[in-house]
Nanobody
Framework: QVQLAESGGGLVQAGASLRLSCAAS????????SGWFRQAPGKEREFVAV????????VIANPVKGRFTISRDSAKNTIYLQMNSLKPEDTAVYYC????????????????WGQGTQVTVSS
């Protein structure tokens, strides 16, 4: 069983940076692809980024490409989302996700979700 716990959210001004962390427990997490999704008020949850189990392959959603990067530290069982040049439209609850299959993480049909962390960007 894999459990995910996000941290690092907060309230920032437009143009600022934040780094979200997702700490995972479970012996098999090292073989999992992981990713980030977000859900803004009144909107559906949307894909943000995914990274494969080795960290060698990443996909970033177009709305955040060039501003957000995803990475993982396998020794710490943690994945990160570095968010730069934040905009008010980035305001959302950010969720960590993990699954043995990269394609399922990208599609959002994953086996494991975190509880989410709020990111609020003021203008």
């Amino acid at each position: 069983q894999v459990q995910l716990a996000e941290s690092g959210g907060g309230l920032v001004q437009a143009g600022a940076s934040l780094r979200l962390s997702c700490a995972a427990s479970g012996r098999t997490f090292g073989n999992y692809a992981s990713g980030w999704f977000r859900q803004a008020p009144g909107k559906e949850r949307e894909f943000v980024a995914v990274i494969n189990w080795t960290g060698g392959t990443t996909v970033i959603a177009n709305p955040v490409k060039g501003r957000f990067t995803i990475s993982r530290d396998s020794a710490k069982n943690t994945i990160y989302l570095q968010m730069n040049s934040l905009k008010p439209e980035d305001t959302a609850v950010y969720y960590c996700a993990a699954d043995p299959l990269f394609s399922r993480v990208k599609a959002g049909t994953v086996a494991h979700w975190g509880q989410g962390t709020q990111v609020t960007v003021s203008s």
